[in-house]
């Protein structure tokens, strides 16, 4: 408002005396007075709005939290049915975009054997082979041998590693599978399958607490293979309670087949779990040229049935072996693939499973 309309209102023609000024600055005062009555009226919101009478509107101000929402446990079944709302605002900052979150809701409708499977190519009528290559996290070096191979090999980590946090990232970060190789009980005492391996004498409360503390060790697998087992896995009584669990989780179950009498194959069909068996042992000899002729017969399994699963170990021999036979496996007419792509395929037509897994040379002994 200006001096010249102050002067009117006031009925003083322009240019008037003393008594004219007097009254424009009575009048800046009362309504300057009725505005910051208002504020104390509406609170300090109030205050806020008659300060931006005179300074301007504030910017405004987007609440945000640098919180994303929690990654669930592994597996687990529970499936919300939109995405987690942000953390309670603790601060105020200006923003541009938000950075979205590293899953969708939609992730949640997916198994865990799904969600984290790897990428695979469409087979378009060509065999199928996933190398898995367990004992994995006990020693380093080789562990990143294994890693440094070609994405689809499916990669098997012991839970008792001591070093599982950096070496399953590195894992996940070159874009392989992952599985979680759970010590189980073997025939023969001579074998020890590691800390925490799952025992037939074992009470039902121990055996349960054991497998939530090694599906607990890493996170972002698909599924379980085990480690040994020939004794445990043959023993419905107490694997019927561990596949149960894994398809609570919604994990699949790869059958290392340590031993023909596997309780496995049945239990999944009846519980839905989505299960394969290991069809070829890579290294059981671990001679270079036993694991070629080893692959060789991969190559000839995958023929006839359509997709193989074999199973090695991280030895130089394996690896070097499997470093220079993989890049080939497309000029040769076969797609390599992670494993949940043959357990899948297997899970629709379980007849193709294998009767018994091959080991070239002398013929494995219970473990």
Known sequence: MTRERFRQTA?????????????????????????????????EAGIDRVVAVFTGPEPARVAVSTDLPVRPDPGSPAAPEAAPQPATVTRHTMVESAEPPEWQADDYDRPAWRRFAAETADPA???????????????????????????????????????????????????????????????????????????VDLPPDEIDRRLQWALGRFDEYVGVNNHMGSLFTGTRSVMTPVLQTLTDRGLLFLDSRTTVQSVAPELAEELGLPFARNDVFLDHDPAPDAVRRALSITEQLAERRGSVIAIGHPNDATLDALAEWLPRLVERGFLAVPVSAIVGARWQAPEVQGDAPVAVGQSPAPA
């Open 11 to 43: 009925g003083r023609p322009s240019g008037g005396g003393l008594f004219g000024r007097l009254l424009v600055v009575a009048i800046w005062l009362m309504t300057a007075g009725v505005f910051f009555a208002a504020g104390l009226l509406v609170g």
């Open 125 to 199: 009528g060509r065999p199928m082979i996933a190398i898995v290559i367990d004992d994995l996290g006990l020693n380093p070096t080789l562990t990143r041998k294994a890693i440094a191979l070609p994405p689809p090999v499916t990669l098997s980590f012991l839970p008792y590693s001591e070093m599982l946090d950096p070496l399953t990232v590195e894992a996940r970060a070159a874009g392989h599978e992952l599985l979680l190789h759970m010590p189980m009980q073997p025939i023969s005492a001579a074998h020890d399958p590691g800390p925490n391996a799952l025992l």
